[in-house]
Nanobody
Framework: QVQLVESGGGLVQPGGSLRLSCAAS????????MGWYRQAPGKQRELVAT???????DYADAVKGRFTISRDNAKNTVYLQMNSLKPEDTAVYFC?????????WGQGTQVTVSS
């Protein structure tokens, strides 16, 4: 059984910062890609950022230059540093990992950007 536990969401003012964390635990081996997705009310879930096992990153255009993804392989944890947050970044953020051909999702953490 694999579990992904996210943390770090919350309410922040425009221009502020948050750091999300997602720790994977359980019977998991050879994690490949780790990433973050988000879903705003009434919208489809979309990719935010991913990082491969070799460190290759991919970012949505909307977050380039503001968000940074990183991972700690020893801890099976992925992070998302979010700076210069905007109201349009408001969404539920989900982490996703792939390992041995399977994908696993976290339960999501709410990020609200509002004054």
């Amino acid at each position: 059984q694999v579990q992904l536990v996210e943390s770090g969401g919350g309410l922040v003012q425009p221009g502020g910062s948050l750091r999300l964390s997602c720790a994977a635990s359980g019977s998991i081996f050879s994690i490949n890609t780790m990433g973050w997705y988000r879903q705003a009310p009434g919208k489809q879930r979309e990719l935010v950022a991913t990082m491969s096992s070799t460190g290759t990153t991919d970012y949505a255009d909307a977050v380039k230059g503001r968000f940074t993804i990183s991972r700690d392989n020893a801890k099976n944890t992925v992070y998302l540093q979010m700076n210069s947050l905007k109201p349009e970044d408001t969404a539920v953020y989900f982490c996703r990992i792939t390992a041995r051909g399977r994908a696993y999702w976290g339960q999501g953490t709410q990020v609200t950007v509002s004054s």
